[in-house]
């Protein structure tokens, strides 16, 4: 069975540090993971994906991810974090266990990121 | 582009009655899937429709049922609520569904159940 593990509920950041948000999956066969943020009384929005090709992935607002296979992680970073970066941010991979096509995505417990002035 | 569309924003409903949900997808976008979203059990996956057919299903009890429109908009009911009931369900839209499709996902709707 796919999963995704966030071990930190919340991560505190001081403006302008950079920023780490932890990421770590199971799945059988080849990963489709995702990061997500949901800002307060909103949905979600996509930030970046990892399917194949390089191991770091560039995404939206200055955000990047690596992915590391011998590890089986897929942290999310920013080189300088923003106060406008604090939010629910959430790990993802697509459930393809089914064998068929889906947009089933498998989310983690979600961390949140608090960057302070 | 317009966004997901979910109406509507809040509801307050007592235990034992039932809720209708309803979700506009993107423009051209044929997959929508729903989830709940709860502090203690975080975001999980309702179902999700393609072209009027559920073609995957959570683990949730039979009280919980939708349906896809020709137009692709799509509906959650949930009959019997519970005051576990209580989330944030969110709906998303997607286009075909290969692995590689991010999901476009609404504001959600703010369910209470008192």
């Known amino acids: 069975a796919q999963s995704v593990a966030q071990p930190e509920d919340q991560v505190n950041v001081a403006e302008g540090n950079p920023l780490t948000v932890k990421c770590t999956y199971s799945?059988?066969?080849?990963?489709?993971l995702f990061w997500y943020v949901q800002y307060p009384n909103r949905g979600l929005q996509f930030l970046l994906k990892?399917?194949?090709?390089?191991?770091l992935v560039k995404g939206s607002y200055g955000f990047e991810a690596e992915f590391n296979k011998s590890q089986t992680s897929f942290h999310l970073k920013k080189p300088s974090a923003l106060v406008s970066d604090s939010a629910l941010y959430f790990c993802?991979?697509?459930?393809?266990?089914?064998?068929?096509?889906?947009?089933?995505?498998?989310f983690g417990t979600g961390t949140l990121l608090a960057v302070q002035p | 582009k317009a966004g997901v569309t979910q109406t509507p924003r809040y509801l307050i409903k007592t235990r034992g009655q039932q809720v209708t949900l309803s979700c506009s997808p993107i423009?051209?976008?044929?997959?929508v899937s729903w989830y709940q979203q709860t502090p203690g059990q975080g975001l999980q996956f309702l179902f999700e429709?393609?072209?009027?057919?559920?073609?995957n299903k959570g683990n949730f009890p039979g009280r919980f049922s939708g349906r896809q429109f020709s137009n692709s908009r799509s509906e959650m009911n949930v009959s019997t609520l519970e005051l576990g009931d209580s989330a944030l369900y969110l709906c998303?839209?997607?286009?075909?569904?290969?692995?590689?499709?991010?999901?476009?996902f609404g504001s959600g709707t703010q369910l209470s159940v008192l």
């Open positions: 998303a839209s997607s286009g075909e569904g290969s692995v590689n499709e991010k999901l476009f």
């Open positions: 799945v059988s066969g080849n990963p489709y």
């Open positions: 990892y399917i194949t090709g390089d191991n």
């Open positions: 993802a991979v697509r459930d393809i266990g089914g064998g068929g096509a889906t947009n089933k995505l498998i």
């Open positions: 423009s051209g976008h044929r997959s």
């Open positions: 429709y393609f072209s009027e057919t559920q073609r």
